[in-house]
């Protein structure tokens, strides 16, 4: 059975509700702001979120100085909440290793490097031993199921049959997860004697194997970490170097599609990527933004030329695969940015941070390399995008202020449950190195950015479900008045939203999707109002089985999240049905009293402007709720 469900039904005695959520754990934190918090003790190349308290990060094996069994940590286990570390054994090597979560809730880290030595030399011994006893992570696969009880290890599983550095995982309709490409030996970029331009699958499936792709096979050397998305269609979206193509896994074939434009956007360009939010209003169709990235040839990737200085791009294109298969061209960032993470926040935008104005990911002992880094001029603003927001207008940095630390090749980055984000890693170098001569040192420091919202008072609703169906009966979420900000109204521009924040690593959040549930909802004369949620659509490629965060944002405000199991927490094909239609929303003609104690926030134009934004489809939905919306006018 799913154990994460079991321990969260004993805490919860019986109940299938999920704990009501309370508010951030931070009061008056420095809004727009990033604040150093605590000590990531290994440095973040790889970090996720796997409980509401604790993020998992994994390193590649370096001289980090905290020990664990008698060598250095390159794991560890960081607590939100109390801002400190444990140590972790992940045993072999997991530099620049993949990862995912399987649909029973076990993360997944797969593939790395060979056993090193000091200076990232290859160690003589490969089976362990002196000095930092790290055998051979290139067909490793390392399981973890997170918890709270400093417990939990990482647990080495059967190997893989081929090697695989800087490999790209997702998780599929069945819980299951796709292994994707890498090479065996590592280095800057790929080349033919040792690519790795095959696919797999975990658990895995002997009958199938090892399957060869052509999008793999034809983008060298920029083939390593091929973007990667599981679309609504159940194709998945693959992204390497300059070409794209639709695989179809199940059938095993792929079609190719159109070149990528400006810039390449896989590492070692390292272009900032999301899928933007499935919502109802589009119908949950699959739109991905990229942005910024390297404008570099094929030929251009050898290092015989000062790539640290060469300005990245500062394009953004999306491409909406199940309905067309040509970029276009969207806003571009402010200023030109590689490795510029892209982090959803629940309001439905995307944060913008880490990342250098030139040169690329990678390090190495290049004579015009900064210490070791392949990237200078370090991005320290961060930008959020707004998918809503018209053309010309989608990014802003009002109320933001810069960060203090460069965050350069193999940082992280993660939503957390509060809406603020973990910022961590920095690492150009092939072991630890810090000092005051070092630009861009071996970075520890954990930083968390807190957006605009963060110090509102947080909607607490109640009733919000541990476990979402593919389809099925809706269920109802209860709001106070309090929660809708004393004006009953607020509730027309709620939404309710599950967010994967996904496995953070080299500018990408393998996983992270952001999906809007269906709703309308009943305002009660008292002010409060009830929700009514649907299931997720009757479609697992639309948020393949797993755990994920559930928000309840109200005007923007967003709830603490909470964790939800999606799916059965089997992998298994996930059962799906129908949604149940939702009952009309509807907001009660309110009490005089309680009219009055709202009607300082309100005013006819609010609310029908309110009533035009609806998350929901239908128009008599639309009328009945203007119909309320224009009663309410006229009480006030
Ligand atoms: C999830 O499935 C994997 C693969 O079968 C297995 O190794 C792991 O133990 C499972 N996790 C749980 C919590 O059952
Ligand atoms: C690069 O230089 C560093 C520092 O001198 C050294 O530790 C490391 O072994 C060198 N790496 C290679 C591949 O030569
Ligand atoms: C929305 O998508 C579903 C599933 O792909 C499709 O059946 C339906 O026709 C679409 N609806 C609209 C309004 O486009
Ligand atoms: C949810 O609310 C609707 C409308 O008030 C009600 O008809 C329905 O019975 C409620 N459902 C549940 C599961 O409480
Ligand atoms: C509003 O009116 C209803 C029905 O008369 C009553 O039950 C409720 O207590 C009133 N609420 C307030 C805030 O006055
Ligand atoms: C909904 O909330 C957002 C975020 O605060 C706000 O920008 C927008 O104006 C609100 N819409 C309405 C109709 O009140
Ligand atoms: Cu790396």
Not at 598 to 608: A, E, F, L, V
Request: glycine letters at 10%; proline letters at 8%.
């Amino acid at each position: 059975m799913y154990a994460p469900i079991a321990v969260l039904a004993a805490t919860l005695v019986g109940s299938a509700h999920a704990e009501t959520p309370g508010q951030p754990l931070v009061s008056n934190a420095p809004l727009g702001q990033f604040q150093i918090v605590g000590d990531s003790m290994a440095s973040a190349q790889q970090m996720f979120l796997g409980t509401l308290d604790k993020v998992y990060i994994v390193d590649k094996t370096e001289r980090n100085p905290t020990q664990i069994n008698g060598h250095p940590a390159w794991a560890a286990e960081y607590s939100i909440s109390k801002n400190d570390g444990r140590a972790m054994d992940i045993v072999t090597n997991s530099f620049c290793a993949g990862g995912s979560v399987l649909g029973n809730g076990t993360w997944l880290n797969v593939g790395g490097n060979q056993g090193v030595t000091y200076g990232g030399l290859t160690a003589v011994n490969q089976d362990g031993g002196a000095p930092y006893d790290d055998p051979d992570g290139g067909k490793s696969v390392r399981l973890l199921n997170p918890c709270d009880d400093d417990s939990c290890t990482w647990v080495m599983d059967t190997p893989l049959t081929t090697r695989r550095w800087y490999p790209s995982l997702e998780t599929l309709e069945d819980g299951s997860i796709i292994i994707i490409g890498g090479c065996e030996w590592g280095g800057f970029v790929n080349d033919q004697y040792q690519t790795n331009p095959t696919y797999e699958f975990f658990p895995p499936n002997p009958a199938v194997g090892l399957t060869n792709s052509p999008l793999l096979e034809n983008t060298l050397p920029a083939n390593l970490y091929p973007l990667t998305w599981l679309l609504p269609s159940g194709n998945l979206l693959m992204q390497s170097n300059w070409d794209t193509s639709l695989l179809d896994y199940k059938t095993r074939t792929e079609t190719q599609i159109s070149q990528m434009t400006h810039a390449v956007r896989v590492y070692p360009a390292s272009a900032g990527t999301a899928m933007l939010p499935l919502t109802p209003a589009n119908n949950y169709t699959a739109t991905i933004l990229f942005c910024g990235g390297s404008n570099i040839q094929p030929d251009g990737w050898d290092t015989n030329w000062d790539i640290a200085q060469y300005p990245a791009s500062d394009s953004c294109v999306t491409i909406t695969p199940d309905v067309s298969t040509n970029y276009v061209d969207d806003d571009p960032l402010p200023e030109v940015r590689s490795m510029g993470n892209l982090i959803y926040l629940p309001n439905g935008k995307l944060l913008c941070l880490n990342g250098a104005g030139t040169g690329v990911a990678g390090y190495g002992n290049n004579t015009w390399a900064i210490g070791q880094s392949y990237a200078d001029n370090p991005v320290l603003d961060p930008i959020i995008y707004d998918p809503s927001a018209p053309a010309g207008q989608k990014w802003s940095r009002q109320g933001l202020s810069a960060s203090t630390i460069p965050r350069m090749y193999h940082s992280s980055a993660t939503l957390l449950p509060d809406g603020s984000v973990l910022v961590s890693g920095s690492n150009p170098n092939a072991d630890y190195n810090v000092g005051a001569d070092v630009k861009f040192p071996t970075e520890y420091r954990v930083e968390k950015f807190y957006p605009l919202y963060y110090n509102e008072a947080r909607p607490e609703p109640k009733g919000l479900p541990n476990q979402l169906s593919y389809g099925g009966p809706y269920f109802n979420v209860s709001l106070t008045n309090q929660d809708l900000g004393g004006n009953v109204n607020a509730v027309a521009n709620t939404s309710v939203v599950v967010i994967r924040t996904g496995f953070s690593t080299h500018t990408m959040n393998m996983g992270m999707r952001y999906v809007q549930l269906d709703a309308s909802y009943t305002g009660n004369s008292d002010g409060s109002a009830t929700l009514h949620v649907s299931q997720l659509p009757p479609n697992p490629a639309v948020l393949a089985p797993g755990p994920a965060l559930l928000f309840v944002v109200v005007n923007g405000v967003p709830s603490v999240g909470v964790q939800v199991m999606v799916g059965t927490g089997q992998i298994e094909t996930q059962p799906t049905k129908a949604n149940v239609a939702l009952p009309a929303s509807n907001i009660a003609k309110q009490n005089s009293t309680s009219s009055s104690s709202s009607s300082g926030h309100d005013g006819s134009g609010k609310s029908s402007a309110a009533v035009q934004t609806l998350p929901f489809s239908g128009s008599q939905v639309n009328t009945i709720a203007l119909v309320a919306a224009l009663l309410i006018a006229l009480v006030c």
